[in-house]
């Protein structure tokens, strides 16, 4: 290997560490807010790619159809909900609001001649499609049992990760995809070549993690959704409703995992089924700063990416082998340290 | 009593499994009024408190201004005006004194809550020194004057206030009694549960007495505190009469816990397990 090898797999480590870094934030949010283990968030990511992709082919984006689905059986589990509270039969203003902007997004993809605009307006309309997804899924899937052992919110995520595997496989059909690069240019600094793909992924996670931060440190409800992760109880008493910081934390991670789609899509060809293995090394990054820290899952999912970059490199039948056996030497560390990890059940 | 319902509690019962911590016990507070549950470490005081909130499910009926609270979720009996102060006080430790404040005024516009910001920073000083320190990092006392403050954000109109005295030095708890009584001139109407009956009866106008999960009596405080029964069990005097009510400036809590708390990690960091949540 030569210093022009080390810094192109340098390099190509860092677009995909940055991915996984946002990828280990999300998953570690909606863990700490919630307890649920996300196993679906890879899924947000390879539903964007692919749907952009599609937008790009001019072929029709039925995402649509899945959104409808969803919106609709919110909307009777509310119904179902508010009667068996004895109240009135009445629809959630949240679900309301979902179902509009999942109805707005989807008209927007149905009715843009998508293929002859840019990539900002298919990016915005994709992640657009994505993000009502999030609390779509929290809504159906964990809203009913949002108290239940954390194993039992695992066993549905997982639930939910193979439905949308096989959704995805129905509405994208089993070919890869991969989508146009922003833009082609590259950069020669002093011995590297510089993509510009590679700064897009960059400046766009670093924007992102700063807005993240900005959210949680100065917002209201950047602040009651922290409150929430730290203590649900004492969250409850001051009127946040778990209800809302579910949905809103899945909101953020479905941004996320459709930034990270778009992102990524012009790099790597994304399957019907890709999502998970890209999603589980960003949680390999999120445990590596033990389920608790943010900047450690972010410094542990560039560490990852690293890692997968150079074992391709030296031995590319093993590198989700390596990647993944990162973790043992981690987890000794941290039960014999016992620290970082919050166990709370 | 003249002062209309603001709490109703009728019939309430709470079951874990096979047995019931509270059985058939009936409370009202008055608005503006200080209503104090007095009873032993296992009485049923908190689970009673919890139902209430609805952090428990229960049977029979609890109506908050009129209002059967049944229907609402925690958050809603919040915006309603009904708070509750745990014994643990479920403070945001890796959060900032004023950021806990602010999360207090969750549900209110952000010129309310800035103006009962500085209300609370008038009402606690200390906090007011402490706004950008987290509050894990908080002495006991000012850890329980936070999770009040907090609380009071919320503009409550019924506070309920579990062991607020827990654990805490007597100067301090000397202290939190004075700003409950200070609370009731604000208007605020407070449901107090101790195992501190001497304070507890000094400060408040009205008293149930709990034992196994029933109410076993119930009065005027200051009757209650010259009550023989109340006396030997609660207020540690030997079957004696007192003359009068006993000096809320001075409590002398024998049967309640006073150990004197380090700086910093006090025994109020975690709840006593077993407490009120035996199955």
């Not at chain 1, 809203?143 to 595997?165: D, E, R």
Request: aromatic residues 6%.
């Amino acid at each position: 290997m030569n210093l022009q090898v080390a810094m192109l797999l340098g390099q190509s480590g860092i677009t995909s560490g940055a991915v996984y870094a946002l990828l280990a934030l999300a998953i570690l949010l909606v863990f700490s807010v919630t307890r649920i283990l996300l196993i679906p968030q890879g899924e947000f990511v390879s539903f964007a790619a692919l749907t952009m992709a599609a937008m790009q082919e001019g072929r029709p984006v039925r995402l649509g159809w899945l959104l409808g689905a969803l919106c609709l059986a919110a909307v009777a589990m509310d119904l179902i909900a508010s009667v068996r509270a004895r109240r009135r039969p009445a629809v959630s203003r949240p679900t309301l609001w979902l179902c509009a902007w999942a109805a707005a997004a989807t008209a927007l993809s149905m009715l843009l001649p998508l293929a002859a605009l840019g990539h900002a307006v298919q990016a915005l309309v994709t992640i657009a499609l994505i993000v009502p997804l999030g609390p779509l899924l929290y809504r159906v899937c964990f809203q009913p049992v949002a108290a239940a052992h954390a194993l039992v919110l695992l066993v549905i995520s997982i639930a939910a990760h193979v439905a949308l595997v096989g959704i995805a496989l129905f509405i994208f059909g089993p070919e890869g995809a991969r989508t146009e690069p922003f833009s082609d240019a590259v950069f020669t600094v002093g011995p590297a070549l510089i993509q510009s793909q590679t700064l897009w992924v960059v400046a766009v996670s670093a924007l992102l993690v700063g807005l993240l931060y900005v959210g949680f440190e100065r917002h209201l409800y950047g602040k009651a959704l922290r409150a929430t992760a730290v203590d649900r109880l004492g969250a409850e008493l001051v009127g946040i409703s778990p209800d809302l910081a579910g949905r809103v934390s899945l909101a953020v991670a479905a941004f996320i995992g459709a930034l990270s789609g778009v992102l990524i899509a012009p790099i790597i060809t994304i399957y019907f089924d890709s999502g998970f293995i890209i999603s589980l090394k960003g949680f390999v990054g999120a445990l590596i700063g033990g389920l608790a820290s943010y900047p450690l899952a972010a410094l542990g999912a560039l560490v990852v990416g690293q890692a997968e970059s150079f074992a391709t490199f030296w031995a590319s039948a093993y590198k989700e082998v390596i990647v993944f056996t990162l973790l043992i030497p981690v987890l000794l560390w941290r039960s014999l340290a016992r620290t970082g990890v919050e166990d709370e059940e | 009593m003249t002062t209309p319902l603001l709490l109703e509690v009728r019939g309430l019962s709470v079951a874990y499994g096979q047995v019931e911590a509270v059985s058939d016990v009936s409370i009202a507070v008055g608005a503006g009024e200080i209503v104090t549950v007095i009873g032993r470490n296992g009485a049923g005081k908190t689970t009673l408190l919890s139902a209430i909130m609805g952090i428990l499910p229960s049977r029979g009926a609890v109506r908050f201004a009129g209002e059967a609270v049944a229907p609402f979720a925690i958050g809603e009996r919040v915006g309603r005006g009904l708070c509750l102060v745990p014994e643990h006080r479920a403070l945001f430790g890796s959060m900032t004194v004023a950021d806990n404040l602010a999360l207090g005024a969750f549900r209110h516009g952000a010129d309310e809550r800035r103006a009962s910001q500085d209300e609370m920073f008038a009402l606690f000083p200390r906090l007011a020194e402490r706004r950008s320190q987290l509050a894990a990092t908080l002495s006991g006392g000012e850890r329980q004057m936070l999770a009040l403050a907090r609380a009071l954000m919320g503009r409550p109109r019924l506070l309920m206030l579990d062991e607020p005295s827990l654990g805490l030095a007597p100067l301090i708890v000397r202290d939190v009694f004075r700003i409950v009584a200070e609370l009731r001139e604000r208007g605020v109407a407070i449901l107090l549960v101790e195992q501190n009956a001497r304070a507890a009866l000094a400060v408040a106008d009205r008293a149930y007495v709990l034992e196994l999960g029933r109410v076993a009596l119930e009065g005027p405080a200051a009757e209650l505190a010259r009550d023989p029964r109340v006396a030997a069990s609660y207020l540690g005097i030997g079957g004696r009469h007192r003359d009068g009510p006993p000096d809320a400036l001075n409590p002398t809590p024998r049967m309640s816990y006073t150990a004197s708390e380090p700086p910093g990690a006090g025994p109020t960091a975690t709840p006593r397990p077993g407490e009120d949540k035996r199955p």
